[in-house]
């Protein structure tokens, strides 16, 4: 049997009428990783011997007629800022090279405790700073699609491993992009839920205010239910929140879904277009109703981004000096020396940027003029999508301006890697949930890049875009 195509949902069914058992699934899928993710290096570690102990339990379970909870022996990556007890826990710098984290993200001990199988950590850019992977310390990661093209990032080991077949799914963090914007160039699905939807506990935080954690999978049906598992308020971080909302199907039908004119512009690939405007037609022959909006201060968003974003990341990387987890600094007499040495040697040049950058905005004399500032305009953003929610249920956009880059094609110019994330930075932003869904099924090896669009929504409305997602999948 071909273990390599299974979804989540296909998974429960084999497993539960005893097709297969999770240890002999977990098996192939490391021999898969054994033999072929040398060329894609979408692993920075794995976690073999757990994940066979956990793949048993999830088969005793079933043998004992145990209750099987919806990912009960479900293969799953998580990417390498996540903490995972007793493994090394780099978020792909070689300043946390030898840290081993001492507990568990709630997102792990979540997945722990509904018997998910964990396969182990997946490559990223360094801290989660990029949009190609190539920010990582250690190795870059290639698309399954075209190994001479990246596979977006900065969770792009997760969005790979996926496509790759490595894994049923896997997790990610999107500040600006990071789930949204691999997924569409992978082909595969990402979801970034509501800003505290998911509790941060254990994430190595980039930018407290935009940072959630969430699902990649080959479905949107896997989508909720990997995101059903992780979501909920926890008493560690006091910025998650338990929610209810459920829309019936017919309810679902009747959403009305908006075209931001400021997201449709010159600029988008040819590619991408066309695969947007694909999406539309199909979802007008589902009887969804369009109308055009608008979102005006769209422009800013990326500014503001890069003003808040690396402010917040000046401050949480101010906490690691390199003394304990990383050694390659060493005959230093003063501790100011060591300190300056382990951060310029141990951040790479991305990260440096960001820290300087940030420094230098929440710098006195300048906070004003561009922390405070960008702060006012992210709450003219959030506006935007307050009154554009009045008009419509769900905003409809790209997710990217193009298809898979080449490796190497962006990595002189950090302007235009920052523009892959322009059409996904507003969602963090406003705090809205957002997923990025393939316009079809892409098959590796096929010559076509993949293209993702993306549905935005209302807080806490997640159900909206799976709902008309699992429309548009089962077309
Ligand atoms: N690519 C964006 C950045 O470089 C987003 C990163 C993210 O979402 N973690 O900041």
Do not use: W
């Amino acid at each position: 049997m071909d273990f390599k195509n299974l979804t989540i949902k296909s998974f429960q069914e084999g497993f539960r009428l005893k097709e297969f058992s999770a240890l002999e699934v977990a098996e192939e899928l490391f021999k898969e990783i054994d033999a072929h993710d040398s060329e894609i290096g979408a692993f920075l570690s794995c976690t073999k011997d757990e994940a066979f102990l956990a793949a048993g339990k999830a088969d005793t379970l079933r043998a004992e007629g145990g209750e099987l909870g919806p990912l009960a022996g479900v293969p799953i990556a998580v990417k390498d800022n996540m903490l995972m007890a007793g493994h090394i826990t780099t978020a792909a710098s070689k300043l946390l090279e030898h840290y081993t984290a001492s507990y568990d993200a709630t997102v792990i001990s979540k997945l722990k405790s509904s018997n998910a199988v964990l396969l182990g950590k997946t490559n990223m850019d360094e801290f989660a700073m990029g949009s190609s992977t190539e920010n990582s310390a250690f190795h870059i990661t290639k698309n399954p699609h075209d190994p001479t093209r990246v596979p977006g990032g900065s969770s792009g080991g997760s969005a790979a491993a996926v496509a790759a077949g490595f894994t049923i799914a896997s997790l990610g963090s999107d500040t600006g992009g990071s789930i949204r914007q691999p997924a569409a160039l992978c082909g595969v699905v990402g979801m970034k839920p509501t800003y505290g939807a998911v509790s941060r506990f254990g994430l190595i935080a980039m930018a407290s205010s935009l940072d959630q954690i969430g699902p990649f999978t080959k479905t949107v049906e896997d989508s909720r239910i990997l995101f059903d598992v992780i979501r909920g308020r926890d008493v560690h971080d006091a910025t998650s929140t338990d929610f209810n909302y459920s829309p019936t199907e017919e309810e679902i039908k009747k959403l009305k879904i908006g075209i931001p004119k400021e997201y449709f512009v010159d600029g988008i690939a040819p590619d991408v277009s066309k695969g947007v405007t694909e999406a539309i037609e199909k979802l007008k022959r589902l009887g969804f109703s369009f109308k055009e909006i608008s979102l005006p201060h769209t422009k800013y968003a990326l500014s503001v981004y890069y003003i808040i974003m690396p402010a917040e990341v000046s401050t949480n990387l101010a906490r690691l000096d390199g003394i304990r987890y990383s050694r390659d600094v060493k005959d230093v007499k003063k501790l100011k020396e060591l300190y300056i040495k382990n951060r310029a040697h141990g951040f790479g040049a991305e990260t440096r940027r960001r820290v300087l950058l940030g420094t230098f905005v929440l710098s006195s004399g300048y906070y004003d003029a561009y922390y405070s500032k960008a702060q006012k305009v992210r709450r003219l953003i959030q506006e935007d999508f307050d009154n554009a929610f009045k008009e419509v249920d769900v905003i409809l956009s790209p997710v990217t301006p193009t298809s898979a880059f080449k490796i190497g094609e962006k990595t002189s110019d950090p302007l235009s890697m920052y523009l892959s994330d322009i059409f996904t930075i507003p969602a963090n932003l406003a705090g809205v949930p957002a997923i990025s869904i393939p316009v079809k099924k892409y098959g590796l090896g096929s010559d076509e890049l993949p293209v993702g669009f993306q549905l935005m929504g209302k807080h806490f409305h997640e159900e909206d875009l799976f709902g008309i997602g699992e429309l548009y999948e089962r077309e």
